[in-house]
């Protein structure tokens, strides 16, 4: 059997078709044989010869027309994205997604990469494109949690994931809470097992615990608490209905906890525990009225100075998300520090504003031009009345 690789010269020696057939044979080979970056090479020039452009290029090209120059790109990202599928599927995942990432294809890079088992020989490698890059943050931290623990994973989360956006900390959040919630439910069953007769399989851990009060009478805990008191506060973020009843059972957990496992949040969470059952609560329909009342007494009364704008941004975020977001806007002009720079609120309020609007009333946007003509911010106006102006 003759060498593919020593075929290839014979077939491109005896190739006097084109131009053009000699350097698609030269990519059909790399193709074959499955030489992703070689394919990048070759088909870059393909693009550059059906342009007219020298093969390779050089450092003192002539500039060249819009036109070329989008075809040329065009051409490029086509090749990226061939190279790069190759590349992942091989396993080779940074340099794939290398290649990938002009493309912007998101879904494209995701869903190649779900195809890859994480193992121990791609573990970084897969955490730097997953989590750092953050093609799928949500299965980068499982990976986390899954290989390097909770305490780990929740020092990454404060580190490297709190000051990302919503979606990012969301995706992390959510695996994190049911990771420590399974593992929380299971040791609380084992226990009560080894003491009394089993739970039933339906009952979940605030049923076990509600029905079982001497279960944490002696001043024990079944987790670290200070992961448990990490995790109530990270699924803060939360938006599914499931989710949030998780979080509201760690919080009634942590309250049978003895005094000295319970530490102190930041506000409006000071009292923690309490403070964010009565947070769940109101996100899951229940006691709404009363809880909401609690979190407007703390943004009314905290000491920004002291303290900083959490209290108000709090219960700002509690507003909107039960369905108040005209009130929500209107707090929050009111009572925003008057040194915070309306730019730095502003892009919150639109997003407020816009949900307002899908239901009908588009009156938030005239109060964030009120509040924008009032701090002499004539770009937040224009935001605020572009939006208005609708489509």
């Avoid at 790399?30 to 059906?50: G, N, T, W």
Wanted: glycine share 6%; aromatic share 8%.
């Amino acid at each position: 059997m003759s060498d593919p690789a020593c075929e290839i010269f014979e077939t491109l020696r005896h190739c006097d078709a084109s131009r053009s057939e000699l350097l698609q044979q030269l990519a059909d080979y790399y193709r074959r044989a499955e030489l992703p970056m070689e394919l990048f090479e070759a088909r870059k020039m393909i693009v550059r010869d059906s342009l007219g452009l020298p093969l390779l290029s050089s450092e003192d090209e002539p500039p060249r027309c819009e036109a070329i120059e989008r075809q040329l790109e065009t051409g490029l990202l086509e090749a990226c994205r061939e190279s790069g599928e190759m590349l992942i599927r091989a396993g080779r995942v940074f340099e794939g997604w290398t290649y990938l990432r002009p493309t912007g294809d998101n879904d494209l890079i995701r869903s190649l990469i779900a195809e890859v088992e994480i193992t121990e020989d791609n573990y970084d490698e897969m955490q730097r494109v997953l989590l750092h890059e953050g093609v799928d943050v949500g299965r980068g931290f499982q990976a986390i949690l899954d290989h390097q623990g909770t305490c780990n994973s929740i020092t990454l989360f404060d580190q490297a994931i709190a000051q990302r956006s919503k979606a990012d900390r969301r995706a992390a959040g959510e695996r994190l809470l049911e990771h420590f919630y399974n593992e929380l439910t299971t040791l609380v069953r084992a226990d009560i097992e080894a003491r009394d007769a089993a739970p039933g399989e339906d009952e979940s851990l605030y049923d076990m615990l509600a029905s079982r009060p001497w279960v944490m009478k002696d001043g024990g805990y079944h987790l670290d608490t200070t992961h448990l008191s990490s995790t109530v506060r990270i699924a803060s973020t939360l938006t599914d209905p499931k989710q949030l009843r998780m979080a509201w059972e760690l919080t009634q957990y942590g309250r049978q906890l003895h005094h000295q496992f319970q530490y102190p949040g930041e506000e409006p969470f000071v009292d923690f525990y309490p403070a964010y059952a009565a947070f769940y609560s109101i996100l899951l329909g229940e006691n709404v009225d009363a809880g909401l009342k609690l979190f407007e007494r703390k943004a009314i009364n905290v000491d920004t100075q002291e303290h900083g704008t959490g209290a108000i941004e709090t219960y700002i975020d509690l507003l909107d998300r039960v369905g108040r977001p005209l009130q929500a806007i209107e707090f929050a002009i009111a009572h925003v520090p008057a040194d915070v720079p309306s730019q730095t609120i502003v892009p919150l309020l639109i997003e407020i504003a816009g949900r307002a609007a899908q239901s009908g009333d588009a009156s938030g946007y005239e109060k964030i031009m009120d509040f924008c003509a009032d701090k002499q911010d004539a770009l937040g106006f224009a935001v605020a009345k572009h939006a208005a102006m609708g489509k």
